[in-house]
């Protein structure tokens, strides 16, 4: 299948080593974050979520953090390996009773062996 | 268990003719969402169904575009008098609907119109 990472920031590191990626996300009423990988022909596969009353949130190899001050998300990956080669994505809950999400433009991880 | 299936995977329209994108979520799952996917793009928020209504539709481009889920399960998502820009990945998801609940994608339906 075609990439979904044409044009979109990427971020190359060789196996083994820790990968962060970066999100700004827009409003400052969000009340919940997720974090989706995407590989190439596939819908967005969730990897882990944090509330807007946390800074912290711990996966298995996978940590996210917000700061809330300057509108910032990351996700922090463990021991990249060549199976995290995809395109990742931040996503916002606004608020209110709809929970649609907002989703950031995404970023290519490419994992070198 | 199943996640979100869709189908069909791949549709090719000519300009002008009508389609219908079908989305089968996750059993109990009380909400749906379709969104639209450019290349190189994030996706973007179509429409949101709650069981059978559809409580917010202000993401739908034009008034060719449809969606509904009459029994509150399956939904589909129907776009009239197709065009060139309507071309995209087409993306449903599912979650059980209480606040926080994080959203489960299918693969998507690629349409091309030509």
């Known amino acids: 299948g075609e990439s979904v990472g044409l044009h979109l920031p990427t971020l190359s590191v060789q196996e083994g080593d820790n990968s962060i990626i970066n999100c700004a996300y827009s409003?400052?009423?969000?009340?919940?974050f997720i974090w989706y990988k995407q590989e190439s022909g596939k819908g967005p596969q969730f990897i882990i979520d944090?509330?807007?009353?946390?800074d912290k949130r711990q996966g298995q190899r996978v940590t996210v953090l917000l700061n809330k001050t300057v509108k910032h998300l990351s996700l922090q990956i463990a021991a990249t390996q060549p199976g995290d080669s995809a395109v990742y994505f931040c996503?916002?809950?606004?608020?209110?009773?709809?929970?649609?999400?907002?989703f950031g433009t995404g970023t290519l991880l490419a994992v070198q062996p | 268990g199943a996640g979100v299936s869709q189908s069909p995977r791949y549709k090719v329209a000519k300009r002008g003719q009508d389609v219908a994108l079908r989305c089968d979520p996750i059993?109990?799952?009380?909400?749906l969402f379709w969104y639209q996917q450019a290349l190189g793009q994030g996706p973007e928020f179509l429409t949101y169904?709650?069981?059978?209504?559809?409580?917010?539709k202000s993401g739908l481009p034009s008034d060719r575009f449809f969606a509904e889920r009459p029994e509150g399960s399956v939904s589909t998502l129907k776009i009239q008098r197709t065009q060139q820009e309507d071309s995209a990945v087409y993306l449903c998801?599912?979650?059980?609907?209480?606040?926080?609940?994080?959203?489960?994608f299918g693969n998507g339906t690629r349409l091309t119109v030509t």
């Open positions: 998801a599912s979650s059980l609907g209480t606040q926080n609940s994080p959203l489960h």
């Open positions: 409003n400052s009423a969000s009340d919940y």
């Open positions: 944090i509330r807007s009353n946390m």
């Open positions: 996503a916002e809950k606004v608020g209110g009773a709809t929970n649609k999400l907002i």
């Open positions: 059993s109990g799952h009380v909400s």
């Open positions: 169904f709650q069981n059978e209504a559809q409580l917010d």
